[in-house]
């Protein structure tokens, strides 16, 4: 009988070893889930940054290209203007060397 109350004692005391170790693995396993959560909440807000960060460098993209269009035709524009002043510049020489001409003749 004694026998049998010391394999009692030293099957609670196991369990009770059992319980506190499943107690601390609980309790590591609940500060690891928070370190997750917190984790997660932290690449969230990081994500979000990011989204937001893009949005604001796509908006800039749009802008400038808008900006460059804007520049394109203005340039074209300047071009067509300068050939045709060259154009001018031309019959307005020809003018001048006909009425040169003229007078010469005269």
Avoid: G, P
């Avoid at 917190?38 to 937001?52: A, F, K, T």
């Avoid at 067509?80 to 007078?103: C, G, Q």
Wanted: hydrophobic share 30%.
């Amino acid at each position: 009988e004694n026998a049998v109350s010391k394999e009692w004692i030293r099957k609670i005391q196991e369990c009770d070893e059992n319980s506190r170790r499943f107690k601390d693995e609980n309790i590591r396993m609940d500060q690891e889930i928070v370190e997750y959560q917190q984790n997660i909440q932290q690449n969230q807000s990081m994500l979000e940054d990011l989204q937001h960060q893009s949005r604001d460098l796509q908006q800039t993209i749009t802008a400038r290209e808008h900006e460059c269009e804007r520049l394109r035709t203005l340039t074209n524009a300047a071009k067509l203007s300068v050939k045709a002043s060259e154009e001018r510049i031309r019959d307005l020489e020809r003018t001048t060397a006909a009425k040169h001409a003229d007078i010469e003749t005269q």
